[in-house]
């Protein structure tokens, strides 16, 4: 069956544009994550979404990064007047409630100039 | 294109061998833990995971070992091939957080499989 997908696969941005990554999640996963990942770098846990519930946004590193998850299915990223510190891989991974094995996308590569 | 960083731990092993790859988590409070697989340009991808109770479990070619009492995790690859050559990473979480796990993972290591 289908992946996760990931939109668009790079993007380049000049500082101070804002940028949106979209994450389509498995069909019927109702867990879903964004992490980032920078060069020389793990993952970092950013935000999750499960269900109805309110999102665990711990993991956003300051308030000009946000998410949504409209329907319980798509997410959007939004980075708002980005810094060249924001460029990384933005990972979206999907899961199926309480379960743990998280099903990673592409990624979406951010390039801030 | 690259997807991971440049100044990862690295191991060199030669196709055939087994391949050990190491990782300390510092959460004593982390019971589950996973190992995934990150190929260049791609996104993570689930190996094998282990419960804290329980010290061993093998998968096709893949064995995690799991020591509480150190906080170390190991993931041995049998008869190494050309296609595991990726960045592995251990990452763990507890099933005790009413959450829907929030994994942290560590920085990685990469596996190059020379011929």
């Known amino acids: 069956g289908a992946g996760v997908s990931q939109s668009p696969s790079n993007k380049v941005t000049e500082k101070g544009k804002d940028v949106e990554l979209r994450c389509d999640p498995i069909?019927?996963?109702?867990?879903l994550y964004w992490y980032r990942q920078s060069l020389g770098q793990g993952l970092e846990f950013l935000i999750y979404?499960?269900?109805?519930?309110?999102?665990?946004k711990s993991g956003l590193p300051s308030d000009r990064f946000s998410a949504e998850r409209t329907g319980g299915s798509v997410s959007t990223l939004t980075i708002q007047r980005t810094q060249q510190e924001d460029s990384a891989v933005y990972l979206c991974?999907?899961?199926?409630?309480?379960?743990?094995?998280?099903?990673f996308g592409p990624g979406t590569r951010l390039t801030v100039t | 294109g690259e997807s991971v960083g440049l100044h990862l731990p690295t191991l060199s092993v030669q196709e055939g061998d087994n391949s050990i790859i190491n990782c300390a988590y510092s959460?004593?409070?982390?019971?589950?833990f996973i190992w995934y697989k990150q190929e260049s340009g791609k996104g993570p991808q689930f190996i094998i995971d282990?419960?804290?109770?329980?010290d061993k479990r093998q998968g096709q070619r893949v064995t995690v070992l799991l020591n509480k009492t150190v906080k170390h995790l190991s993931l041995q690859i049998a008869a190494t091939q050309p296609g595991d050559s990726a960045v592995y990473f251990c990452?763990?979480?507890?099933?005790?957080?009413?959450?829907?796990?929030?994994?942290?993972f560590g920085t990685g290591t990469r596996l190059q499989v020379t011929l």
């Open positions: 991974a999907s899961s199926v409630w309480r379960l743990y094995e998280q099903y």
């Open positions: 069909s019927g996963h109702t867990a």
């Open positions: 979404f499960q269900g109805n519930s309110a999102p665990d």
């Open positions: 959460n004593s409070a982390s019971d589950y």
């Open positions: 282990i419960r804290s109770n329980m």
């Open positions: 990452a763990e979480t507890s099933m005790n957080t009413g959450t829907a796990s929030k994994l942290t």
